[in-house]
């Protein structure tokens, strides 16, 4: 049995790689190649949650079983918010191949490379600007996500507390210039691409902010009773994308205006469908364009298997 801790986990990623395998594994999805049963949650005092997510691929001899916690109240512990591991059991015989204990990091990295994915897909071939609503673990990822996938980019970055906004920035500087966005609404209102990376209950980005022509990626509404999109943006899209729409309509930032009536299954287009031209994505530079990931264990799976890869290439 193999087993890997966070830091050997992480001098295995190779960005190029891991964006290769998950854009393969949205097509997968869509094309029904994947069992991805119902998510399973366990929500506990102080907004903290857990999530398991698990699937196997098919033709895969491995499947994957993935757990990630979200603990807020460790920040004033000096614990770490995230934590959670990987588990890597065969198809054939049910044995444990591999645990990688990536302490959450793998769930950040491909969370942060299926954004950026959907934002190439989707916006406009000539988005140049890209505000990130978040300061946690997430904010970095998706900026080092979109960044490698759209190098044209410039960011910012918008939270609540300046500290915070202004340690991502620090953490960013050696490779990537980020700017503060003082005013979320007026930062809304001239970027090119929008990202939402948050733990909100209620919403923070209003439709009347957003302008012809602008990218939206969610990743925020992961769990129950999460909501980071005013419902008429969500209704008003002109194209909205998904990565499980059966998991998006059940607890994704979409489930909101779904419930309303403002939004049907019908008006949903798988993200791997709109990579593999199975239906086509943004078709006017005025639309606006959104897309809900919930993360999907298909996601989790590419990265082992990309991980596991990797490792195996090291010690022959």
Not at 59 to 78: L, R, S, W, Y
Not at 270 to 282: D, E, M, P, Y
Request: net charge negative.
């Amino acid at each position: 049995m193999i087993i890997l801790t966070r830091g050997e986990i992480e001098a295995l990623i190779d960005c190029d790689a891991a964006a290769k395998a998950i854009e393969a594994a949205y097509i997968a999805t869509s094309l029904g190649h994947v069992d991805l049963p119902t998510v399973g949650h366990i929500t506990f005092a102080h907004d903290a949650d857990c999530h398991i997510k698990y699937g196997h691929m098919q033709g895969d001899e491995t499947f994957v079983i993935k757990v990630a916690t979200g603990f807020p109240q460790n920040n004033a512990k000096g614990l770490p918010v995230g934590n959670g591991l990987v588990l890597v059991l065969s198809a054939k015989t049910g044995l444990v191949e591999a645990v990688l204990h990536d302490e959450m990091m793998l769930t950040d990295i491909r969370t942060g490379i299926g954004g950026a994915i959907a934002s190439r897909a989707l916006a406009r071939s000539n988005s140049r600007t890209a505000l990130i609503i978040e300061t946690g673990p997430q904010a970095r990822r998706q900026i080092e996500a979109h960044a490698a996938l759209m190098p044209d980019l410039s960011f910012q970055v918008w939270g609540r507390d300046p500290f915070k906004v202004d340690s991502v920035i620090a953490d960013m500087a050696p490779h990537i210039d980020v700017n503060p966005a003082s005013d979320l609404e007026t930062a809304t209102r001239s970027a090119d691409i929008v990202v939402t990376a948050t733990g909100s209950k209620s919403p923070i980005v209003k439709s009347a902010w957003v302008q012809p022509g602008t990218h939206v990626t969610a990743v925020g509404a992961d769990a129950p009773g999460k909501q980071e999109l005013d419902v008429a943006l969500v209704a008003r899209a002109d194209i909205v994308s998904v990565d499980l729409a059966s998991q998006c309509l059940n607890h994704g930032e979409i489930s909101h205006a779904a419930r309303e009536g403002l939004i049907k299954a019908d008006n949903l287009r798988q993200i791997g469908a709109v990579l593999n031209g199975a239906t086509h994505g943004r078709n006017d530079e005025d639309q606006i364009t959104l897309t809900d990931l919930t993360g999907i264990a298909a996601q989790d799976i590419a990265m082992a298997n990309t991980i596991l890869a990797a490792w195996k290439t090291q010690v022959q």
